[in-house]
């Protein structure tokens, strides 16, 4: 019998992956064909909303919106990856995103994975991967390349094009999280984010 293939957030973390809080292991710990639910409610907001024509995972301001995330493992192209499907929940009508995390190609010190976004994918993102706080704290945050998709084509994004982002998740408790992302830009500052208490539930 053939061995599961071990989760993408277990592969790039390696021993360190074993220090998260319980919750967070449950969170990332989704081998292909796992999944889990994450539900509650999140402070969005955005100071030039006339950027959701470039930036379509540009939340939609707002205060205690009901927010509800499935991520499960994955297979695409062969390589065990992990998926985002969010959903924010406004009174006008929900507004929904999408993101694929890969492996990111080897080289260089530390733990990387690669975000896209959208479906078909066309930007993506390098992201670099830390465990602070004695496992309590998964930080991600971008460091490497970032690409436009065209196809099979990866086209380097110019610096001016280029985003600053950060997600913070702390376990807050067996079943509970608290996320914070901020994306920024070097010459317009922080565009947008979110924030809020999220539970986690068992995983499917």
Same mark, same amino acid.
């Not at 565009?191 to 995983?203: K, Q």
């Given at each position: ?50 950027l959701r024509v470039f930036i379509p ?36 009508? /929900?507004?929904?995103?999408? %993101? $694929? ?5 080897? &080289? !260089? #010190? ?10 078909? /994918?066309?930007?993506?993102? %390098? $992201? ?5 706080? &004695? !496992? #309590? ?11 436009a998709l065209v196809g099979a084509r ?31 830009h070097a010459l317009l500052g922080p ?14």
């Open positions: 019998m053939m061995a599961q293939p071990l989760s993408l957030f277990r592969m790039v973390l390696g021993e360190r992956f074993d220090t998260l809080a319980p919750v967070l292991r449950r969170h990332y710990d989704l081998a292909p064909g796992q999944s889990v639910s994450v539900t509650g409610r999140m402070d969005a907001w955005s100071r030039y909303p006339w995972i540009m939340p939609k301001p707002g205060a205690a919106v009901p927010v509800t995330v499935l991520n499960s493992g994955v297979t695409d192209a062969g390589e065990v990856c992990y998926e985002w499907k969010r959903e924010f929940d406004y009174p006008g009508g /929900a507004s929904h995103s999408y %993101t $694929l995390t890969r492996p990111a190609a080897p &080289g !260089g #010190a530390g733990a990387f994975v690669v975000d896209t976004f959208n479906q078909p /994918a066309n930007i993506a993102v %390098t $992201l670099a991967l830390d465990v602070l706080e &004695g !496992g #309590a704290l998964l930080k991600q945050r971008t460091a490497g390349s970032q690409f990866r086209l380097r994004l110019p610096g001016a094009f280029q985003i600053q982002s950060v997600a913070l998740e702390r376990a807050l408790g067996e079943d509970r999280i608290f996320t914070d992302v901020t994306v920024s565009m947008f984010g979110y924030r809020g208490e999220l539970t986690v539930a068992d995983r499917i």
